[in-house]
């Protein structure tokens, strides 16, 4: 069974060795203040935000998401990070997690909910591709 709720105080080890390996997908290293940083940021709650799923009670998933402004329409809800654990994938893990921000982002009245993965990402594509309209876009940065 799945369940999704905010992430509590002792989570904080499953929680980093999950973002970790969602930075270790991504190629990233961090250092702990910066695990330390997002960690109290989730804490407060207000400006980002992080659900965990729990796959028979153990935290097996996170997604991390905030709202920001739009220039086109009312505000929207960026999902920024979500990582499911290897041994949890294709078990609705990453699935609930999409379907909790987007309840969140609607309660909130965004009126879209979007993310960004990387082309050769094919597994998390798949489902992507289930939930969402894929748009075209290209994504661009700019380290500053």
Known sequence: MISVTPLQSDDRPTWEELFSGYNAFY???W????????WREFQRDKRIHALGARLDGRLAGI?????????TSPDVCYLQDLFTAPNARGKGVAR????AVEEWAREQGCTRLYWHTQQHNHTARR????VADFRDFIVYAMPL
Do not use: C, K, M
């Not at 997604?63 to 220039?71: K, R």
């Open 27 to 29: 190629g990233r290293t």
């Open 31 to 38: 250092p702990a203040e910066n695990y330390d940083h997002a």
């Open 63 to 71: 997604a991390h998401f905030l709202v920001h402004s739009s220039t």
């Open 96 to 99: 609930a997690l999409i379907r």
């Open 127 to 130: 489902l992507y591709d289930q």
